[in-house]
């Protein structure tokens, strides 16, 4: 990478930090008078370099935002009240995790080992360009207004279809909402089912974008481990009852644990008794490398789980459309934030997305990937196995677009992760994912949708070389 690329990435690193770090001030996460990390862990935590989080401490504190105080640490200054702007940083479903705005960038062309990241370069474009040719062929004016903010009628309509035939679930798609990916789905029940004094209990680890929507709403964070089961159940709140529990079941996310029959019987239960809802995000389990696809935590119970999906990782990111099926008293609350949130997703876009379904394009598609990803992921077990050997231990490999590689006594901190990264190598710490910090930072989280099997074999080359 060249000197000025070098610095253009950095510049937009600092930026982007800079920006969260000031939101979160802004937003009341970080309280007056209260002592913000230290300069080196908050590195750690973010991925980014100490260097870098220095320069943005200094900028926040000559802006007023912060003061230092010598021998004690950095405080967060009293604003004087809250930030009217604050809440548009949230409510336009912006919020994403320092972890996600640091790494996200899919300009970068190196060897980047993202998780759950579907590979770009094998995106259908030619039939989803002839799914939106057929339907802006066939528009009438009335298409081109404002559309339902509930969605597309035809789309809701497939999106039952499918999850009734590859999840087990029923549903109407008068209970399915459309909405701009699994991250404004979740935003919508954040602001409808939570506030300031409300309790959510959530898988930890858990993605960081995940993490800092619960935090926007203001509500307590209650994390709850997983292990080779899934949510640890035994562990969820007794003392106070959370309003929701999040939770991946099909796949956890990071770790891949499929969360038991036996757990999920026992989550229903503490739900029923709790008055609390299940937010089951089932954002790739598509990708499944042995067996039957997994079936719905849903399936067991429709008044109580809502179901969230998303199509940014059959498909591709930038097509922005995901739902939600949602309990009966939940539908019209939904809707009407929906509605003043942004009037509705794309219309011409669902539309379009309905017909590439209906014309069995989106099912080719996910059976041809799943043929591409079991060969990828493969090579990652291949490669790590032998360059490793009983050094690595892989977990998480089952399904999805990522698995778990843990290196006993190894530890990725944020210097490893920037020395890979001066050579064009892109790591995940396991570590930054979690909500309760200090643990598992033995483990990297390895996606390789997006790779070839040569970049694989060289970024496991690479690493080697740099643990030796």
């Known amino acids: 990478m060249s000197t000025t690329s070098t610095a ?17 001030l802004f937003g009341g996460i970080y309280m007056a008078g209260e002592r913000l990390p230290s300069t080196r862990d908050l590195a750690h935590e973010i991925g980014v370099s100490r260097a870098l989080i220095v320069e943005v401490y200094e900028q926040l504190i000559a802006e007023g935002y912060l003061e230092g105080r010598r021998g004690s640490g950095t405080y967060v200054v009293d604003l004087g ?20 705005l640091t790494t996200s960038d899919t300009r970068f062309t190196g060897i980047d080992f993202r998780p759950s990241f579907p590979a770009l370069d ?7 360009k002839e799914a939106s040719l057929a339907v802006l062929n066939s528009t009438s004016l009335y298409d081109w207004g404002y559309a339902d903010p509930a969605g597309n009628e035809e789309l809701r309509g497939q999106i039952c279809r499918l999850l009734l035939h590859n999840k087990g679930i029923q549903c109407h798609p008068s209970q399915v909402i459309v909405t701009a990916g699994a991250t404004q789905a979740i935003m919508l029940l954040c602001k409808l089912l939570l506030g300031p004094n409300d309790a959510i209990a959530s898988e930890d680890p858990t993605a960081s974008f995940i993490r800092d929507i619960f935090a926007s ?6 994390p709850t481990p997983i292990d080779e089961q899934g949510l640890c159940v035994d562990q969820l709140p007794t003392l106070i009852s959370p309003k929701c529990v999040f939770v991946t079941p099909s796949h956890q996310f990071p770790f891949g644990s499929i969360l038991s029959i036996g757990r999920r019987i026992q989550l229903l239960e503490y739900a029923r008794a709790n008055h609390s809802y299940i937010i089951e995000d089932d954002y790739d389990s598509e990708f499944r ?12 119970d429709a008044k109580r789980v809502v179901y969230v999906g998303t199509f940014s990782k059959n498909m591709f990111p930038a097509l922005r459309l995901g739902y939600m099926v949602v309990p009966h008293e939940l539908v019209a609350p939904l809707i009407q934030l929906k509605r003043l949130t942004d009037m509705h997703s794309p219309a011409l876009s669902q539309a379009a997305l309905a017909k590439f379904i209906a014309d069995r394009h989106l099912e080719h598609h996910i059976n041809h990937m799943k043929r591409i990803y079991r060969k990828r992921r493969n090579r990652l077990l291949t490669a790590l196995g032998e360059t490793f050997g009983a050094e690595v231990n892989i977990t998480g490999d089952a399904a999805g677009l990522h698995l778990v590689a843990e290196f006993p006594g190894r530890r990725f901190d944020t210097d490893l992760a920037a020395q890979l990264e001066s050579q064009n190598i892109r790591i995940y710490p396991a570590g930054t994912y979690t909500i309760s910090k200090g643990k598992y930072e033995d483990r990297l989280i390895m996606g390789f949708g997006n790779l070839t099997e040569e970049q694989i074999g060289k970024g496991i080359t690479a690493i080697a070389n740099l643990l030796k």
């Not at 490398?289 to 067991?300: F, H, I, N, S, T």
């Open 8 to 24: 253009l990435v950095q510049e937009t690193k600092t930026q982007q930090v800079y920006t969260f770090l000031r939101d979160r």
């Open 217 to 222: 709403s203001g509500a307590t964070i209650i």
């Open 81 to 100: 009240g809250r930030n009217p702007l604050a809440a548009d940083i949230y409510e336009q479903g912006s919020s994403v995790g320092l972890r996600d």
């Open 122 to 128: 094998l995106i259908p474009r030619q039939k989803w």
């Open 289 to 300: 490398y042995a067996g039957m696809p997994v079936r719905a935590l849903r399936e067991l």
